[in-house]
């Protein structure tokens, strides 16, 4: 396994298009997590999956967002009609079931909107 | 809520030198995990090291140590022999545990806002 994969790596779109971005966790991890991260900042949490079910969202995630796991596996989030406001790295980590143990993160896809 | 507090935006070290970062948190549980992240430019995030808040032992992992201080909510990160590759924003983070068997519920991280470590060679 070669840790957690997140595609595109960059992303430029135009202010009102729709973008999706994949994530490819750790095969034998069950919980998924999308983070946002702007410059300079910490990141942020969005929402969160235990296999297929979608456990937790952040108040941040608003109508324009939408994130799913199909069959418990990979994951997407869809960010629809976008605006400059969502320029930032999106963060992709999972995690086993057992807690306290730390993420694996991706490198990060890094959207720009223009 | 739980919250994570970094204070110092920026540090520098001397190569070979001991720096010392500061995290501060605010919580009502008595048990939880406090982790370190290293986010080298441009490069995924990679766990340090991690305390559970039930030990009182503080963790070691190499070159990098913590000074947990539980009743003052205080959890410092120690690099000894600072290299260049040490070089970095550093990312405090808290997680609850668990608070239903395997449900995952407040599993998320909560992250401080960073520090950038510099090394000088």
């Known amino acids: 396994d070669t840790g957690v994969s997140q595609d595109p790596r960059h992303k430029i779109t135009k202010r009102g298009q729709n973008v999706t971005f994949r994530c490819d966790p750790i095969?034998?991890?069950?919980?998924l997590y999308w983070y946002r991260q702007t410059l300079g900042q910490g990141p942020e949490f969005l929402t969160y999956?235990?296999?297929?079910?979608?456990?937790?969202k952040s108040r941040l995630l608003s109508d324009r967002f939408s994130a799913e796991r199909p069959k418990g596996s990979f994951s997407t989030l869809e960010i629809q009609r976008t605006e400059q406001g969502d320029s930032a790295m999106y963060l992709c980590?999972?995690?086993?079931?057992?807690?306290?143990?730390?993420?694996?993160f991706g490198s990060g896809t890094r959207l720009t909107v223009v | 809520a739980q919250t994570v507090t970094q204070s110092q935006p920026e540090m520098s070290v001397q190569e070979a030198e001991t720096v010392t970062l500061s995290c501060t948190y605010d919580?009502?549980?008595?048990?939880?995990?406090l982790f370190w992240y290293k986010q080298p430019p441009s490069r995924q995030m990679i766990l340090v090291i991690r305390?559970?808040?039930?030990k009182q032992q503080n963790a070691t992992e190499n070159r990098f140590s913590v000074n947990f201080q539980k009743a003052a909510k205080s959890f410092s990160l120690k690099i000894s022999d600072s290299q260049l590759g040490d070089a970095a924003m550093y990312f405090c983070?808290?997680?609850?545990?668990?608070?239903?068997w395997g449900s995952g519920a407040n599993s998320k991280l909560t992250f401080g806002k960073g520090i950038t470590l510099s090394v000088r060679p």
């Open positions: 980590a999972s995690s086993p079931t057992t807690g306290g143990i730390g993420y694996t």
């Open positions: 095969s034998e991890h069950n919980r």
């Open positions: 999956f235990q296999n297929e079910a979608q456990l937790e």
């Open positions: 919580t009502s549980e008595s048990d939880y995990y």
């Open positions: 305390q559970e808040a039930y």
């Open positions: 983070a808290y997680r609850s545990t668990d608070s239903g």
